[in-house]
């Protein structure tokens, strides 16, 4: 599974080097690093609600460094494939 974070211009304000270092700790917490590829994306199309992070077909919207635990293990965590 990839997981790519937005570093447009809107989110790249809104903190996504934040949210890729917290997610960053997250992969590493759950072991699943070897699963699931983090990459940085150009703009997503949701700027007004950034921080945007694509999880396969799917735009999560809201990012944040303190959201980002809780967004991961509902919106994410769930469809992780091993
Ligand atoms: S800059 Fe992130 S969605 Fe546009």
Partial sequence: MELEVCVGSS???KGSQ???????????????EDVVTLKASFCLGRCAQGVTV???DKLITGF???NAEDKFL????PFVTF
Avoid: G, N, W
């Fill in 74 to 77: 509902t919106e994410i965590y």
């Fill in 11 to 13: 989110c790249h304000l």
């Fill in 54 to 56: 694509r999880s396969d």
């Fill in 18 to 32: 934040d949210v890729i270092a917290e997610l960053q700790k997250i992969l590493k917490k759950y072991e699943l």
């Fill in 64 to 66: 944040t460094p303190e």
